[in-house]
C-alpha cells in the first residue's frame, strides 16, 4: 500500500468520517490512475465498511438523489399505472 493511501485511511480513521472534500482528494492525489491493485481496493472497502458517518454535502447529496429518483417513480406511475409492464415488455422481459 502506498504511503499516501496509508495516511489517507489513518487520517479517516482518526476522525471517523469522510468527506466530499476527502473523497475528492482521494482521486484528485492519492490515487489519480484510479484503483490498480487489489490491495488498494480492500483497503477502501474496509475503510468504506468501518466509517460509521459520512459528511453532510456527501449525505445531502445522496438524499436529493434519491429523492429524484423517487419523483421519477412517482410521475411515470402517476401518467401511466402499468409503466413497469410497459417497460418489462420493452426491455424483452
Do not use: C
Not at 71 to 91: E, F, M, N, Q, S
Amino acid at each position: 500500500m502506498s504511503t499516501s493511501l496509508r495516511a489517507f485511511v489513518s487520517k479517516t480513521l482518526e476522525r471517523n468520517r469522510i468527506s466530499f472534500g476527502d473523497l475528492r482528494r482521494l482521486q484528485r492525489n492519492v490515487l489519480p490512475h484510479g484503483l490498480l491493485t487489489r490491495e488498494q481496493a480492500e483497503v477502501l472497502i474496509a475503510l468504506d465498511h468501518t466509517i460509521t458517518r459520512t459528511g453532510d454535502r456527501r449525505r445531502n447529496a445522496q438524499d436529493r438523489e434519491d429523492d429524484r429518483v423517487q419523483v421519477g417513480i412517482a410521475r411515470a406511475v402517476h401518467y401511466d399505472p402499468r409503466w413497469p409492464w410497459h417497460a418489462a415488455a420493452k426491455l424483452g422481459g
